[in-house]
T-cell receptor
Framework: EDQVTQSPEALRLQEGESSSLNCSYT??????LFWYRQDPGKGPEFLFT???AGEEKEKERLKATLTKKESFLHITAPKPEDSATYLC????????????FGRGTSLIVHP | KAGVTQTPRYLIKTRGQQVTLSCSPI?????VSWYQQTPGQGLQFLFE???????NKGNFPGRFSGRQFSNSRSEMNVSTLELGDSALYLC????????????FGQGTRLTVV
């Protein structure tokens, strides 16, 4: 069973159409949950770290939230330049420090 | 400040050959991790190095190896290349082990023919 599951696998939006990406996790204790953005052929770009339920972080049109079992990445009024794959990863408490990554959500924003 | 630098960016190798990839972390970062990314498997952890010592290893065969130098630069080596080794190899650096901010390089695209 995957520890980190992202949904949907792919999402197509019209410019300005807000939506949310989901990341659910099953680790017993969470040390940190990370969101990255990855453009084709490039390395992931760090966006946020969330540590505890109820925490929220924002960056431009992106807002990440965290509950005890999942995180959401909300995209408000997206633009075509927001098109990318968004990766979620979790770091388990008391573990090896190695984050486990989800498969990602591929987002395409049409003008 | 300069980011994580991986060289080369692209490689084409023949089955059975070996390859060495290089990663220079952000200045002051002492922890380096390597990942393999493929469309089918996503990001898979290979190794973690800290203070020139391998601290963790992922579930990959012994053909995959690595090392870290005293300046924190790291190399990974894949011997006896197989077609299935074709992937984007990514290096991530962080200041210390377990840091909750890790920064990735652009990756090395390896194609095995």
């Amino acid at each position: 069973e995957d520890q980190v599951t992202q949904s949907p696998e792919a999402l197509r939006l019209q410019e300005g159409e807000s939506s949310s990406l989901n990341c659910s996790y099953t680790v017993s204790g969470l040390r940190g949950l990370f969101w990255y953005r990855q453009d084709p052929g490039k390395g992931p770009e760090f966006l946020f770290t969330l540590y505890s339920a109820g925490e929220e972080k924002e960056k431009e049109r992106l807002k990440a939230t965290l509950t005890k079992k999942e995180s959401f990445l909300h995209i408000t009024a997206p633009k075509p330049e927001d098109s990318a794959t968004y990766l979620c990863a979790v770091q388990e408490q008391g573990g090896s420090y190695i984050p486990t990554f989800g498969r990602g959500t591929s987002l395409i924003v049409h003008p | 400040k300069a980011g994580v630098t991986q060289t080369p960016r692209y490689l084409i190798k023949t089955r059975g050959q070996q390859v060495t990839l290089s990663c220079s972390p952000i200045s002051g970062h002492r922890s380096v991790s390597w990942y393999q990314q493929t469309p089918g498997q996503g990001l898979q952890f290979l190794f973690e190095y800290f203070s020139e010592t391998q601290r963790n290893k992922g579930n990959f065969p012994g053909r995959f190896s690595g090392r870290q130098f005293s300046n924190s630069r790291s190399e990974m080596n894949v011997s006896t290349l197989e077609l299935g080794d074709s992937a984007l190899y990514l290096c991530a650096s962080s200041r210390d082990r377990g840091d909750t901010e890790a920064f990735f390089g652009q990756g090395t695209r390896l194609t095995v023919v």
